[in-house]
């Protein structure tokens, strides 16, 4: 406790009333879109308590809400913003392809491009296909296994997010799930993730695996435990799938080249598209050859935007110019130094804290705890995470409450130094309330979980 008898609850009821006073023009616009949007929202991941604020402006890092105040963006849309909000090649690109027309309704020269570039950089992609979407990728790459093996079941990890109908809390099914047949074994857990399959094996369509969960929590996982789902896929005929949506960012060649581990089929989603809605799923030659429309055989894939000319062009602008490898490595060195210092804050004055990730996709947690798998995140207690939240927005800096952070191409030393110095600052006004009880459980706050 400290003189003022101050407890979290109490730090989080201030901090929200501060925010509240501070946004009033993001307050009417919340006010204004419950009338005609559920709660105000039509993407869950974007909701929080008190009210979310609604954004004007991007450009760069920078972007501005709507009273006017300035923030440093370290959420990049969730990973999608990694070239930020107004990359002279990708808007010279777009501009360039929206001149040429739109809704062409025929293919254009932009997707063999994008094509080649996905095959070229990423090792297990041998053919690619693009969709709107990665929810739309991860149920593609679901229907192929389960075409090509004849079998229905999927084997999924607890606490997995891998779309909008693909979301798996703890043993359980999201409520608007896609009615699959899945199987779940806890990420991270080799013994535990064999025996699941040994069980199902003849009936494992696919085996279904983030190699670092992003909204998961940021866990990164074990090269031991990703290898023996490589091998146990290959002893029981299933088909490894990495949902590399997020973290195809992590390396030049995504996770996959990193560690050296090729799936059957990646998904694909995010930056690819250069910022605009995107979503792809590609892999062995032979698996992906069945959408060949030329064979006897071919399974069918649809998708009237699937090659749409602004994603299209933006994504190759993207891949081709911009996210260079050696672009990629410094982004991911950028984000493992910054993962350091943050720690390193919270160290040097005792608050139970974790960051957690991988490169550029950073997990905050206000706890000691180690985390191997989302259950582990649930010592964190959401009013911390709201606190910190709240704070960090009023000190000019934006990621998710759920500390989320995925860091974005144009930001610079001074925009890292800028959230090292506010976190400081941060800790330094809350230690001791951040401290007290820190093992303590709590049930969740508002926006504190949730898909995407
Ligand atoms: C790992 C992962 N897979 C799939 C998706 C779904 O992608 P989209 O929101 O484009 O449908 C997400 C989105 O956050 C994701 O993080």
């Given at each position: 406790?400290?003189?003022?008898?101050?407890?979290?609850?109490?730090?989080?009821?201030?901090?929200?009333?501060?925010?509240?006073?501070?946004?009033?023009?993001?307050?009417?616009?919340?006010?204004?879109?419950?009338?005609?949007?559920?709660?105000?929202?039509?993407?869950?991941?974007?909701?929080?308590?008190?009210?979310p604020?609604?954004?004007?402006?991007?450009?760069?890092?920078?972007?501005?809400?709507?009273?006017?105040?300035?923030?440093?963006?370290?959420?990049g849309?969730?990973?999608?913003?990694?070239?930020?909000?107004?990359?002279?090649?990708?808007?010279?690109?777009v501009?360039?392809?929206?001149?040429?027309?739109?809704?062409?309704?025929?293919?254009?020269?932009?997707?063999?491009?994008?094509a080649?570039?996905?095959?070229?950089?990423?090792?297990?992609?041998?053919?690619?296909?693009?969709?709107n979407?990665?929810?739309?990728?991860?149920?593609?790459?679901?229907?192929?296994?389960?075409?090509?093996?004849?079998?229905?079941?999927?084997?999924?990890?607890?606490?997995?997010?891998?779309?909008?109908?693909?979301?798996?809390?703890?043993?359980?099914?999201?409520?608007?799930?896609?009615p699959?047949?899945?199987?779940?074994?806890?990420?991270?857990?080799t013994?535990?993730?064999?025996?699941?399959?040994?069980?199902?094996?003849?009936?494992?369509?696919?085996?279904?695996?983030?190699?670092?969960?992003?909204?998961?929590?940021c866990?990164?996982?074990d090269?031991e435990?990703?290898?023996a789902?490589?091998?146990?896929?290959?002893?029981?005929?299933?088909?490894l799938?990495?949902?590399?949506?997020?973290?195809?960012?992590?390396?030049?060649?995504?996770?996959?080249?990193?560690?050296?581990?090729l799936?059957?089929?990646t998904?694909?989603?995010?930056?690819?598209?250069?910022?605009?809605?995107?979503?792809?799923?590609?892999?062995?030659?032979?698996?992906?050859?069945?959408?060949?429309?030329?064979?006897?055989?071919?399974?069918?894939?649809?998708?009237?935007?699937?090659?749409?000319?602004l994603?299209?062009?933006?994504?190759v602008?993207?891949?081709?110019?911009?996210?260079?490898?050696?672009?990629?490595?410094?982004?991911?060195?950028?984000?493992?130094?910054?993962?350091?210092?943050?720690?390193?804050?919270?160290d040097?004055?005792?608050?139970?804290?974790?960051?957690?990730?991988?490169?550029?996709?950073?997990?905050?947690?206000?706890q000691?705890?180690?985390?191997?798998?989302?259950?582990?995140?649930?010592?964190?207690?959401?009013?911390?995470?709201?606190?910190?939240?709240?704070?960090?927005?009023?000190?000019?800096?934006?990621?998710?409450?759920?500390?989320?952070?995925?860091?974005?191409l144009?930001?610079?030393?001074?925009?890292?130094?800028?959230?090292?110095?506010?976190?400081?600052?941060?800790?330094?006004e809350?230690?001791?309330?951040?401290?007290?009880?820190?093992?303590?459980?709590?049930?969740?706050?508002?926006?504190?979980?949730?898909?995407?």
């Open positions: 406790m400290t003189a003022r008898n101050m407890t979290l609850d109490v730090a989080l009821a201030e901090a929200a009333e501060r925010y509240a006073a501070a946004n009033p023009a993001s307050a009417a616009r919340y006010e204004e879109a419950c009338r005609s949007l559920p709660g105000g929202n039509t993407r869950t991941v974007l909701f929080y308590d008190p009210f604020l609604a954004m004007a402006k991007g450009e760069g890092a920078r972007l501005r809400d709507l009273d006017g105040h300035e923030y440093r963006d370290f959420l849309e969730y990973t999608a913003g990694l070239y930020g909000h107004s990359n002279p090649r990708i808007l010279d690109q501009r360039e392809a929206l001149g040429a027309g739109i809704v062409l309704g025929a293919p254009n020269r932009f997707e063999v491009e994008l080649e570039l996905v095959c070229a950089r990423f090792p297990s992609i041998d053919r690619v296909r693009f969709c979407s990665g929810t739309e990728a991860n149920l593609m790459a679901i229907g192929l296994a389960r075409a090509v093996t004849g079998r229905e079941k999927v084997l999924v990890f607890e606490g997995a997010y891998h779309g909008s109908v693909l979301f798996f809390k703890e043993g359980e099914s999201g409520p608007v799930n896609a699959f047949r899945f199987v779940f074994a806890p990420y991270n857990d013994e535990a993730a064999l025996a699941v399959i040994e069980q199902h094996g003849s009936e494992l369509a696919a085996i279904l695996v983030e190699p670092m969960m992003g909204s998961g929590g866990i990164e996982g090269p435990f990703l290898g789902l490589r091998e146990a896929a290959d002893r029981h005929g299933a088909v799938v990495f949902d590399e949506v997020m973290t195809s960012r992590l390396g030049p060649g995504g996770r996959q080249g990193e560690l050296g581990i799936p059957d089929l998904t694909l989603g995010k930056y690819i598209g250069g910022g605009l809605t995107f979503g792809g799923f590609g892999g062995r030659a032979d698996l992906v050859e069945r959408f060949d429309p030329r064979r006897p055989d071919a399974i069918p894939h649809a998708g009237t935007f699937n090659n749409n000319v994603t299209m062009s933006a994504g602008a993207g891949l081709r110019d911009v996210f260079t490898p050696e672009e990629a490595a410094r982004l991911n060195a950028n984000g493992d130094t910054l993962r350091g210092r943050l720690q390193q804050a919270a040097e004055r005792g608050v139970p804290f974790r960051a957690t990730g991988c490169g550029s996709i950073l997990g905050l947690h206000w000691a705890e180690p985390i191997r798998r989302p259950s582990d995140t649930e010592a964190t207690r959401p009013a911390a995470r709201a606190l910190s939240h709240l704070e960090m927005i009023r000190r000019g800096l934006y990621f998710a409450r759920r500390g989320f952070i995925s860091l974005s144009p930001l610079e030393a001074s925009d890292y130094d800028g959230f090292v110095d506010a976190f400081a600052d941060f800790l330094d809350h230690r001791e309330v951040l401290s007290d009880g820190a093992t303590a459980r709590a049930g969740p706050a508002g926006g504190e979980r949730g898909p995407g």
